[in-house]
């Protein structure tokens, strides 16, 4: 038997039995649908997670803190140690050491990650909240996702970029009315006239250290679309992002925390957090043991994200052997047509035989039947699966 005979009595038999082709071929089509949409899913959110942190400048971003304090240790023939370094826990994150570290080789930028709590208004409304201190160079780089107006470009700029959610608190329900207008801010000090004429009687009668508030107006200039992230070595964690320049006229409180006590090294209190933009990835380690050796300790999102990429591996794993599972199911329905319709057919079987057709014809014949089962099941379970993959897409991105 010829090739192409064996091809059309194989398609004549799948028009003859139609619906049962079809059900068939459909329950291929959703095994094969199903494993293509769960590993869509998988290597779709495993791209967004990596895409937003490449975005965001995270795998190149290090956070330095200072060096933990001296730890006690119980072996005789061992010394105590640091608990994050070797022994150098009296270094202190100040101004010259941002500079020291913008000077190793790799490092593109070098910045003290500043907070200070004050209150913020447009008008008649206030809110609390923290003002974060970000140079011009990270608030212009695409990080912030600026929806109205625009980042500020220098460090002494005056001007401040706010989120879309804290003008909504503030009454401003459209952001780009509110580029323009001027944001107060009311900072809180300590009153050092009052200071020095204060007793020890009132300090501890209740009335607290004399303080002093004053309020600064700086234009907005740009709105954020999006929220601020919340943790890690984010260039944005708080709703309102101030230029260093203008920051150093605020006065404002010196600590900010009881923390701040645990970080004064010989009456010098530093930066909590020093934020390291490197060039490229390939400078992490040099950087990181540079940055060491000065006493300091580092943390850098590419070091843990190792972990999360190996959890996005195992979920992929894990949804591919559940489609595998529909796919075996859609196999074994295959193979339990093909043997229904050999039990159907021996009639024609055996004059097909009594013609000239030899066993490797027959065998031939049912093998393309269900290679065409599979393909067509194939075929609409890939467009079934896309289809699927748009349409989870489409509700996400919503």
């Known amino acids: 038997m010829k090739f192409r005979d064996a091809v059309e009595f194989s398609l004549a038999s799948l028009r003859k039995r139609r619906l049962r082709t079809f059900l068939t071929a459909s329950g291929v089509m959703i095994g094969i649908g199903a494993l293509v949409s769960m590993i869509s899913f998988g290597t779709g959110l495993q791209k967004n997670v990596t895409d937003a942190f490449k975005a965001s400048d995270l795998f190149t971003t290090v956070l330095v803190l200072p060096a933990g304090p001296e730890l006690p240790s119980r072996d005789p023939d061992r010394p105590g140690r640091t608990a994050n370094s070797a022994g150098r826990s009296h270094a202190v994150l100040d101004d010259a050491a941002v500079a020291e570290i913008a000077r ?139 230029p260093p320049g203008p920051a150093r006229r605020i006065k404002r409180l010196p600590m900010t925390s009881i923390w701040d006590l645990f970080r004064m090294r010989d009456g010098q209190l530093g930066y909590s957090t020093v934020s390291v933009k490197l060039e490229s990835l390939r400078d992490l380690e040099r950087v990181k043991s540079r940055v060491g050796d000065m006493g300091y300790t580092t943390f850098a999102l590419a070091d843990q994200f190792e972990q999360v990429t190996k959890g996005f591996y195992f979920m992929d794993m894990v949804l591919a052997a559940v489609g595998m599972i529909a ?54 379970g890939c467009v079934l699966g896309w289809a699927v993959s748009l349409v989870i897409n489409r509700i996400v991105n919503f």
């Open 104 to 242: 190793i080789p790799g490092v593109r930028l070098a910045y003290p990650d500043v907070n200070f709590p004050a209150m913020v208004g447009l008008g008649e409304k206030e809110e609390f909240r923290l003002i974060q201190v970000v140079p011009a160079a990270i608030a212009a780089s695409g990080a912030l996702q600026i929806g109205w107006g625009k980042a500020y470009t220098v460090d002494n700029e005056e001007g401040v970029v706010v989120s879309q959610s804290l003008l909504r608190r503030l009454g401003k329900v459209e952001p780009g009315a509110a580029v323009g207008q001027k944001l107060r801010i009311t900072s809180v000090s300590i009153d050092l006239g009052k200071l020095a004429s204060i007793d020890l009687a009132a300090l501890f009668s209740g009335r607290g250290f004399p303080v002093a508030t004053e309020s600064y107006d700086f234009p907005i200039v740009g709105v954020t679309s999006v929220s601020a992230f919340g943790g890690g070595p984010s260039p944005v964690q708080n709703e309102v992002l101030i």
């Open 327 to 380: 796919i075996v199911v859609a196999a074994l329905g295959i193979v339990n047509t093909m043997v229904m319709s050999i039990l159907e057919r021996y009639r024609e079987i055996g004059v097909m035989k009594a013609v000239g057709a030899g066993d490797g014809d027959v065998k031939r014949i049912f093998f393309f039947e269900s290679a065409a089962i599979g393909l067509l099941g194939g075929a609409g």
